[in-house]
Each structure stands twice: as structure tokens, then as C-alpha cells.
């Protein structure tokens, strides 16, 4: 069973089509970059992925849920992590861990055990009791990312997680999310910096609504001559008949 399934996925808003009739699978355990324009539609699809969205027609499986008929079965079964919001910056460090795994529904002594583990993890002992917003911008995504796993979802959703954080904390993010990878878990990325598609086992490049791309790195590389994903991403992108 895929972790992702679409078949003809579409969204409408009015005569809008924000996503035109998209058909892709993902791989259990599969780091999935989903690339595309603003405007292209990635964000869309990405909310009827996470059953945040109901589609206007085709269909979409996540964890083996339908998103349109089973959407809060997909969302137990998934992580979320927006660059936007993922933590609450007047709750402490501990706070949030201790919040999150009981949205998650983890008993009090599996939070605790999760948050001893994290804390480790991530070199963040002393500052469990520092408030989030007091944090550096990267320490922040790390632990936004840790939170986001800490009941050991299948699929992990990341829309553009490592926006404004510096090359050094953006390498450190990808190690986690490459440990995620090993333990199993299917990571779904949205980015704007295409050296990180680099990372991802496949990559689909979305414009104006549609996937005008879908390989490994290297394959599409090849396909266009290009000598780096960026050139991939501005050979697609310049045909775009729709903005931001």
C-alpha cells in the first residue's frame, strides 16, 4: 500500500482550478519534495492531502484513508509543520512537547518519556523551561519538526519548513528529517529552495495547477540538461501562466 495515492485529484474555487486533475503515489518511507511556483497550487493539494480540504473530484488515499470520506482517520495518522505556525511561543519549551503529544492522544508517561528522548535529541535540556519565543529561528524548526513526529505518525506533512534559517541549520533540519526516513516515516516537503530537492528521493514540480514533472533528481537533471534542480524548476517555471 502507497503512503500517498491520487488519482485525478482536482480542486475548484468557482471557475478557479487550483489543482487540475493531479495523479501521483509516494512511497512508504519515501522523503516526497512537492515543488511548484506560489500560485502554482502545491499549498491546495496539500491541504486536501492532510483532509483539511475537501476535493471538488478524483481521489486521494493518505495512510490508506480516503481524504474526502475519512478525513479525521487521515489526520491521526499524519504530522503537520508549517514554516508559519507550529509552536506556541508564550508556552515553554516543555509545555508545548507536553501539549502536542496530548493532542496526540500519547498517555501522560509515553509524553514524558517522548519529551526526555527530544530534549536529548536535540541538545535542548536547558532550555526546557525557556519560552519558545525566546529560542534562535532554527532551534525553533527543529524542535517544530520533533514535536510534529512525536507520535510516530506515518506520513509527515512540511510545508516549507526551513524558510529564512541559515544553510548550517537547514543541513541540520534534513538530518532529521533523514532519521525520520529511517524510522519508517513518509516525509511530504514543500520547499522554495531548490538545493533541498536535491535531497528528496523524488520530486514533482507543480505549474499552474498540474505536475509537469515527476522523477528523482538526477533523472530530471537529465531529461532537461540541466546541471541543477534550480535550472529544472526556472525551465518549467517560465511557461507558468499564473502568478502569485
Known amino acids: 500500500m502507497y503512503a500517498i495515492k491520487t488519482d485525478q485529484l482536482t480542486k475548484r474555487f468557482g471557475s478557479f482550478t487550483a489543482v487540475d486533475h493531479i495523479s501521483f503515489t509516494v512511497e512508504r518511507g519515501e ?6 511556483a506560489n500560485g502554482a497550487g502545491k499549498t491546495t ?4 492531502l492532510c483532509g483539511l480540504s475537501v476535493p471538488t473530484s478524483g481521489q486521494a488515499s493518505v495512510a490508506g484513508f480516503d481524504v474526502a470520506k475519512q478525513s479525521e482517520q487521515v489526520k491521526r495518522h499524519i504530522g503537520y509543520m508549517s514554516q508559519k505556525f507550529s509552536l506556541y511561543g508564550d508556552l515553554k519549551v516543555w509545555e508545548n512537547i507536553r501539549l502536542f503529544g496530548g493532542i496526540y492522544g500519547l498517555s501522560k508517561a509515553r509524553i514524558q518519556e517522548k519529551m526526555d528522548e527530544l530534549l536529548h535529541t536535540l541538545h535542548l535540556e536547558e532550555e526546557r523551561n525557556s519560552l519558545v519565543n525566546t529560542l534562535p529561528l532554527g532551534w525553533k524548526q527543529k524542535l517544530a519538526f520533533s514535536v510534529a513526529i512525536l507520535h510516530e505518525p506515518q506520513i509527515v506533512f512540511l510545508d516549507e519548513p526551513t524558510g529564512g534559517v541559515d ?4 543541513r541540520q533540519f ?3 528529517i533523514y532519521q525520520a526516513a529511517e524510522r519508517g516515516i513518509t516525509v511530504f516537503v ?3 529552495y531548490m538545493d533541498e530537492a536535491e535531497y528528496c528521493n523524488r520530486v514533482s ?3 499552474d495547477g498540474q505536475i509537469r514533472a515527476l522523477d528523482k533528481p538526477s533523472v530530471l ?3 532537461f540538461g540541466a546541471n541543477s534542480m534550480n535550472e529544472v524548476f526556472q525551465a518549467l517555471a517560465r511557461n507558468a501562466k499564473r502568478g502569485e
Open 31 to 36: 522523503i516526497f519534495g512537492f515543488l511548484g
Open 174 to 176: 534534513w538530518e532529521l
Open 45 to 48: 493539494a496539500m491541504r486536501m
Open 167 to 170: 544553510p548550517v541549520t537547514r
Open 190 to 192: 514543500t520547499t522554495h
Open 221 to 223: 537533471k537529465a531529461s
Open 205 to 207: 514540480i507543480m505549474v
